[in-house]
């Protein structure tokens, strides 16, 4: 899960400024003095009267400060275990400030635990006010803190960090509604990170590469694919690898008939003809290449 949780703080690291209008900033955590002991990020609160606007949990903030945030993103723990190393660390942290000489700070350090759901063992040992959709206050514990069940809150951009935590439905829900709010590139970004259903991933595929007849766009979407088979050579080699190393010239024929097919473009005798005609290995592979990104097969064969 370790690609969900940097997703998760890359998100927040670029979304919080922008969805708080500058009431709240982003900042990786110090080092804390324990060993294997780290928070997973911090919220800066510097303007909380300009969060009074915002939905919660933004609104329920009333003092200037730093806020404790822990992730629990779709798959991870969130037993009674996952809560007391939560805990822990926010204890962690609250030593630190304390026993900092350049601070003068003596205050209690405020704690978010974002996750899908509530827990049902939570619910069970603890008291939970519910103080707006999705936002429960937790007692009795040596200090009060948030639960923030990202399943629960309502679709809206300033909510868009927290709503990445959703999981089943309601992350298919949200990935369905995003889609049109962000650019294409934080779009593959959800593609590759988050654990959506096969109904939602094909729906943002469609979204993102839409059949079009326009160059530029053409030339954009040539320009990802080849950075994403850069990025990850293994995938060229599964479309093409074992064609390449035991010089199949059948096996790179399949291989661009199935991208054809799977892409609803359709093969004409004479493109069978001309696919079954060609010996090159490296024509084949360049076939094969065009075919991701052509809007029709004349096109892929060229």
Same mark, same amino acid.
Request: aromatic content about 6%; overall charge negative; proline content about 8%.
């Given at each position: ?192 990170? !988050?654990? +959506? &259903?096969?109904?939602? /991933? %094909? *729906? $943002?595929?469609?979204? #993102? ?6 160059? @530029? ?11 994403? !088979?850069? +990025? &990850?050579?293994?995938? /060229? %080699? *599964? $479309?093409?690898?074992? #064609? ?6 059948? @096996? ?19 493109? %069978? ?30």
């Amino acid at each position: 899960m370790g690609h969900l949780d940097q997703f998760a703080k890359e998100t927040f690291a670029q979304e919080t400024a922008s969805v708080t209008h500058g009431a709240a900033t982003w900042q990786l955590p110090p080092e804390l003095n324990m060993s294997e002991v780290r928070l997973d990020g911090l919220l800066l609160v510097t303007a909380p009267a300009a969060l009074a606007a915002l939905p919660p949990p933004w609104s329920t903030v009333k003092e200037p400060g730093e806020i404790i945030l822990e992730i629990k993103m779709a798959g991870d723990h969130t037993d009674m275990v996952a809560l007391d190393r939560a805990v822990l660390r926010r204890y962690a942290r609250q030593v630190q400030r304390r026993e900092d000489r350049k601070d003068a700070w003596d205050g209690e350090e405020p704690l978010w635990i974002v996750a899908p759901r509530v827990p049902p063992l939570l619910a069970k040992r603890r008291s939970l006010e519910c103080l707006a959709p999705g936002c429960y206050l937790v007692s009795p514990t040596p200090f009060p803190f948030l639960w923030i069940a990202a399943n629960e809150l309502p679709l809206l951009a300033e909510l868009v960090p927290f709503l990445i935590a959703r999981s089943g439905n309601p992350l298919d829900e949200f990935v369905h509604w995003v889609k049109t709010r962000r650019p294409i590139d934080w779009i593959l970004h959800v593609l590759d990170s !988050l654990p +959506m &259903s096969n109904a939602a /991933r %094909e *729906d $943002l595929h469609r979204y #993102a590469f839409p059949k079009t007849d326009d160059p @530029e766009r053409l030339a954009r979407r040539r320009d990802l694919i080849n950075y994403g !088979l850069e +990025m &990850s050579p293994e995938i /060229r %080699e *599964d $479309l093409f690898g074992e #064609a390449r190393k035991e010089g199949h010239r059948d @096996e790179a024929r399949k291989a661009v008939r199935r991208v054809l097919k799977a892409r609803n473009l359709a093969i004409a005798a004479a493109d %069978e003809a001309q696919l079954d005609a060609c010996s090159d290995l490296d024509t084949l592979e360049r076939w094969l290449d065009q075919a991701i990104v052509a809007t029709s097969t004349t096109e892929a064969l060229r």
